[in-house]
């Protein structure tokens, strides 16, 4: 029988990626996002069966009740990865756009992860994979909610790991870098940007191993320690020096 999968966010980047790679291996998935359209599109290209469910975690409760469908749909599931997260523009720190990114990135994030948990310690096995960022290891002045969400991701991972996971409950948080998706094409980043299928492969490899957590890709584990033990002036610094680049870039 083969192993089922579902995957939150599937519709773009990582998401569709590591899609593709699951149905190469012979996982049968559900894929859920709010932009069904690209779903469909995305069913076409896999090798095994799919299942596909509009979901918005802008609407947690309305989003449980989909997870719950899309898991019957398919008949139970092995693997659940929750890779949902936006990031929006906010030079001005609008409150409004940075609930907007708690809305989804935290509140729809433990929406899942419950839902994930309870299922799990019912059937008594099962991975529950979270993406979250190189940004959760400190705060970060170009987009404050953005990286205070991840940390809080990371940080609630763990938290579960401690409390359900087992030798066949396993909680791997998935720490990402620069790769060419979307959201980082908005910001025409280039540094160290790897290719979504490159992730996934490596998403892959930490699920295959059931790793506790794994930077994508995995050169930036290095860059993590070392951006850990950045004296705090020294990063504020640096960080100001960033966005004035970026203001004047911008003004051109």
Known sequence: MSKRAVIIGASSG??????????????????????????????????????????????????????????????????????SGIDVPDADLEWKKQLEVIQVNVIGFIAMSCLAAQYFEKQQYGHLVGISSITCLRGNGRSPAYSASKAFVSNYMEGLRQRIGTSKISVTD?????????MLNERKLTFWMASA??????IYTAIKRKRRYAYITRRWNLIGQIYQRIPGPICDYLFKKVMAQEKAYKAK
């Not at 299942?51 to 997870?67: C, G, W, Y």
């Not at 998935?174 to 979307?182: A, Q």
Request: cysteine-free; overall charge positive.
């Open 14 to 83: 990582i998401g569709a990626a590591l899609a593709r790679r699951l149905s190469k291996e012979g996982y049968r998935l559900g894929l859920a996002a709010r932009r069904l359209e690209l779903l469909e599109s995305l069913q076409g290209e896999l090798h095994q069966p799919s299942v596909l469910k509009h979901l918005d975690l802008r609407s947690p409760e309305k989003a449980v009740e989909s997870m719950r469908e899309l898991i019957q749909n398919l008949g139970g599931i092995d693997l659940i990865v929750v890779n």
């Open 174 to 182: 998935i720490r990402p870098g620069f790769v060419d998706t979307p």
């Open 197 to 202: 299928d490159k992730a996934a492969g490596q």
